[in-house]
């Protein structure tokens, strides 16, 4: 504990945001990092807990709080406080291959968890990874780690996205050779194509993408495995496969007018964007250009959705969210260290208010019709509100119309963010793997092995739609698991 008394002497100071109605002028990362002192102050925060839940990576009263990494968290907070910032690297990156994209993106169940929240505020250990991973690039400090023995087993990677990336550096450094199979034109999976580029500027991934290579990974792109190769193929010539393919089929609706132009999936629009902000097309192939907006969904993805249309030029937008408002403080049944089921008001929502004067989210409400004119374009959409129930025999939320409630709302664009519902059929057909009711692909409880002989599964086509972090703890998990399917034992951690 580098400070004994940091948590008593400094209140909690997060990195600040630009303006948002500066930011929304491009797609570039917008929380300018805080100077080295005030960094330093912010480590000597941490109490050096005797139980440090923050990294406990726990299940708490239904929901997972404290990091899925385990990460050493109190160690290098105190590292930074004492200005050792290369054993505070050392510490953070024997737990997490990639803290330049948890640092960004991760919703920090650490936090959720610090003892400091419990009757004040958390440590801004998110803010501190991110300075610490970030450090490290500035300073040559990363470099290539090229295996000195390979081990002459090849491994397969279906899927680039941050359970493939963490199941193929893993076991590179084993001495492993690996391949990783991409559909997409560039590596990252939803990385790359699914988050902004103001959330995780693409560059962040190049760079890590290009250390992986000269590491000996070698990255295919452009190569739908199960269409422009065979599984028996991939079977025939790998040691091991790892199917990391995520949970790519999307959450439709059923409405009377869904078919037909303007309704498009959350992914593909934020793929159009990305692709235009990278300088791969023109101009995007969706924008929301003046138009009246509707995102179907209140989570981080539906937000990303407000924040582009924005930075689009949208005429409007609003944000529809089956579930009521939460509270803005927990409750009583919400105690810490459980994951808190609050108010959170992102980005997008807040460019929302500086812009239109108001919050896009329409609570309890969903699209009931969507409105067309003669010649098929959509005009709007007919949402209605919804009553919350719990059923008493199952326990069971139940949502169901208020009558009268209907309401029409001006719309060119819909955006579908209700989230994903299992990898993709041809991909466990091609492979001849067992899915789940969630369409995940099935192992033996706690393991990553398939029915399949030597075929492994990992991230979110094997938990579920979950966040890039567990993506990570479960490549990491899996790779063990492979690693000892190939030597009769492993060493890894």
């Known amino acids: 504990m580098g400070k004994a008394t940091g948590f008593l002497e400094y209140e909690r100071k997060a990195v600040t945001s630009r303006a948002p109605l500066e930011r929304i002028r491009d797609y570039s990362e917008f929380h300018p990092p805080l100077n080295m002192d005030e960094r330093k102050r ?3 925060r941490c109490m050096n807990c005797g139980v440090p839940f923050c990294q406990s990576g726990e299940n708490f009263g239904g929901g997972y709080s404290g990091c899925p990494l385990h990460n050493l ?5 105190d590292e930074i406080y004492n200005g050792n910032w290369k054993v505070a690297l050392k510490r953070l990156l024997k737990t997490n291959n990639f803290p ?4 960004r993106v991760c919703p920090a169940l650490c936090e959720a968890a610090c003892t400091c929240g419990m009757d004040g505020e958390s440590v801004t250990v998110h803010d501190n990874e991110l300075t610490i991973i970030e450090k490290g690039f500035e300073n040559g400090w990363i470099t290539p780690r090229i295996p000195k023995v390979r081990s002459g087993k090849k491994v397969a990677v279906i899927g680039s996205g941050p359970s493939g990336l963490a199941v193929a550096d893993q076991l590179n450094q084993r001495g492993h050779t690996v391949t990783v199979f991409e559909k997409n034109n560039r590596p990252g999976g939803l990385l790359m194509y699914g988050i902004p580029n103001m959330k995780l500027e693409k560059s962040v991934i190049d760079r890590r993408v290009k250390l992986m290579e000269e590491e000996g990974i070698e990255f295919r ?4 495995v199960g269409i422009d190769i065979s599984a028996a193929e991939l079977e025939k010539e790998y040691d091991a496969v790892v199917l990391c393919v995520g949970s790519g089929k999307a959450r439709d609706i059923t409405v009377p007018g869904r078919e037909g132009e303007g309704v498009y ?4 629009y934020l793929t159009a964007s990305t692709k235009f902000v990278t300088g791969q097309t023109e101009s995007p192939a969706i924008t929301a250009k003046e138009k009246d907006v509707v995102v179907i969904g209140g989570g981080d993805t539906g937000n990303d959705c407000v924040g582009t249309a924005i930075r689009q030029g949208c005429r409007s937008v609003i944000q529809l969210e089956m579930m009521p408002k939460p509270p803005v403080k ?8 459980q994951w808190p089921r609050v108010l959170k008001t992102d980005y997008g929502q807040q460019e929302s208010i500086a812009v239109f004067g108001n919050d896009p989210r329409r609570y309890e409400t969903t699209v009931k019709e969507i409105i067309r004119d003669e010649n098929g374009n959509m005009t709007g959409i007919n949402t209605v509100r919804l009553s919350r129930s719990v059923d008493k025999d199952t326990g069971r939320v139940q949502m169901t119309e208020i009558q009268g409630s209907e309401e029409f709302v001006p719309c060119q664009l819909l955006l579908i963010a209700a989230g994903f519902v299992g990898c993709e059929d041809y991909i466990s057909e091609s492979f001849g793997v067992e899915t789940g009711a969630r369409g995940t692909i099935l192992s033996e409880d706690a393991h990553y092995a398939t029915g399949v002989s030597k075929l492994f599964t990992a991230g979110d086509a094997h938990r579920g739609q979950s966040l890039v972090v567990w993506a990570i703890a479960e490549g990491r998990a899996c790779a063990k698991e492979v690693d000892e399917f190939l030597m009769g034992y492993t060493n890894m951690i």
């Open 330 to 337: 927990r409750t009583a049944d919400n105690p810490w260290p």
């Open 73 to 77: 968290i109190p160690e290098w907070n």
């Open 221 to 224: 792109t452009s190569v739908n």
């Open 100 to 103: 330049e994209f948890t640092g």
């Open 42 to 44: 912010q480590a000597a």
């Open 265 to 268: 999936y959350a992914v593909d």
